[in-house]
């Protein structure tokens, strides 16, 4: 495997041609295969190569990986599609890596370590990183497992290779199968090609497998054979390929309960259980509300109103501090950050106040106060507000419809509710027909439990759907 510094501005050719910029010498490989524009931002573009290029990519806020076939369907110059460090990029069955360098990795900016036990919990999981054990890692939803996993990966030795992390709720069995292991081309029908599969892509760093309580049987007795030779069969292939991964996994279930009732295997229990980390539920963090409320307001106004100078001094007065630290929680760090975004929104640059954060339980006693309310705006587009189809929005990406309760301070707080619940009800209708109809997948879009989706669907008086 050869690294290659890019350049800091231009483009740069991808091909198996001597000529290119980046020559791929790979029989599945174009001669000019693909093109990467600079920027920033960094984006790649398919010169109409004979095998394709798709990207593995994965949204900041996203807990699964998207797999993209640039320019599909497009005309040329139409088709680039944004990267990130951490990206593959696939080149036929070649593959490419985007990584940072050394000098610019460090710790995220957004983990706030502040109460005695959270501590512990990070004191550990840095000396247990050194090391190759697999990590299990415990808690209830949103409650940071996710970003202990990548505290994890950038302080142990895989730290320069990919960190691959995966839902194992949000794909289908047969999805998950072959997006994990891969598979040849002809194993099924529409296999035209050979593709690796995500554990291969990950070679070197650290597989994150998040939800693994809800892994079904099949691909348990799969992993666990894999965890135990380090080798990965595709689907249809005869040959195994050897891989070198850390597994760190996440789970809200009790997995020694779902061994005791025979839903997960007990061998892979204790295969995955190197070393179990449980993680605080947030309400027993009380002194870390504040500080995440204020990186969450600040990085919200960021996204929304770039180009003022005062975005980045959001105003967090000490009424709504209050009424933070008074919730409980249920959905704990993504239920925060969920309001907090929301009152921003709100607030439209005022300073934010109780009735920007729709907590009180007085508010809808339809609406039951233990379950977190849905992000106003989707992972995949955090620079925006999420608008029903058809919606004009303004300069400042807020939908026409919400305007009249998003002008000010004026606004009251049933109006404020009512427009709200109108954009959560839509996004909910959206994510149920994307999903065709499955609740937990859709749920798993939404960012939010099965549970609080079909509380929200009685609520809203959605029919029951069917899965297709």
Excluded at 5 to 34: F, I, K, N, T, Y
Excluded at 195 to 205: H, N, R
Excluded at 250 to 261: G, P, Q
Aim: charged share 25%.
């Amino acid at each position: 495997m050869s690294t290659r510094q890019l350049p800091g501005s231009g483009s740069l050719v991808l091909g198996r041609d001597e000529d290119a910029g980046l020559c791929v010498p790979d029989s599945s490989v174009s001669r000019r295969h693909a093109v990467l524009h600079l920027g920033p931002p960094l984006r790649i573009e398919d010169l109409g190569s004979s095998n394709g290029t798709r990207v593995r990519t994965r949204h900041s806020s996203a807990a699964t990986e998207r797999l993209i076939d640039v320019g599909k369907g497009a005309p040329a110059r139409s088709g680039a599609v944004e990267l990130s460090p951490g990206d593959v990029i696939y080149l036929g069955a070649a593959r490419v890596i985007l990584r940072q360098k050394d000098g610019e990795r460090g710790a995220r900016k957004d983990v706030i370590v502040k109460d005695d036990a959270m501590r512990a919990v990070y004191e550990l999981a840095e000396r247990v990183a050194k090391g190759p054990i697999n990590i299990l890692l415990l808690g209830e939803t949103g409650a940071g497992k996710e970003v202990l996993a990548e505290s994890i990966h950038r302080a142990s030795p895989r730290a320069g290779r990919p960190l691959l992390r995966l839902s194992c709720v949000a794909l289908s069995e047969s999805l998950l199968e072959s997006e994990l292991f891969g598979h040849e081309r002809g194993a099924f029908t529409g296999a035209v090609r050979a593709k690796p599969g995500l554990l291969e892509t990950a070679e070197g760093g650290t597989v994150f497998l998040d939800e693994i309580g809800e892994l079904p049987p099949s691909i348990q007795a799969k992993l666990l054979r894999v965890i135990e030779e380090r080798k990965v069969m595709r689907v249809g292939g005869l040959t195994p390929t050897k891989i070198d991964v850390r597994f760190i996994s996440a789970t809200h279930r009790n997995l020694e309960a779902e061994v005791s009732r025979g839903a997960f295997r007990q061998d892979l229990y204790f295969r995955l259980n190197g070393v179990t980390l449980t993680i605080p539920p947030l309400r027993e963090r009380p002194g870390e509300v504040a500080a995440l409320a204020q990186l969450f307001a600040e990085r919200t106004a960021k996204e929304l109103f770039p180009s003022e100078a005062s975005a980045a001094a959001v105003p967090l007065p000490p009424p709504a501090l209050a009424a933070l630290q008074r919730h409980s929680w249920p959905g704990n760090i993504r239920e925060l950050r969920n309001v907090v975004e929301r009152a921003v929104i709100l607030a439209n640059g005022a300073p934010i106040g109780p009735e920007h954060l729709l907590l009180s339980p007085l508010a809808d006693p339809t609406r039951p106060s233990h379950e977190p309310s849905l992000p106003v705006h989707p992972s995949p587009a955090p620079a925006s507000v999420a608008a029903p189809p058809n919606a004009n929005v303004n300069a400042k990406g807020v939908p026409d419809g919400a305007k009249g309760a998003l002008d000010g301070a004026g606004a009251s707080p049933t109006r404020l509710r009512d427009t709200m619940e109108a954009h959560e009800r839509e996004r909910i209708v959206q994510a149920l027909e994307q999903c065709m109809g499955n609740q937990t997948r859709a749920a798993a879009l939404l960012g939010i439990s099965r549970r609080t989706l079909v509380e929200r669907i009685r609520v809203y008086g959605l029919p029951r759907p069917r899965k297709a």
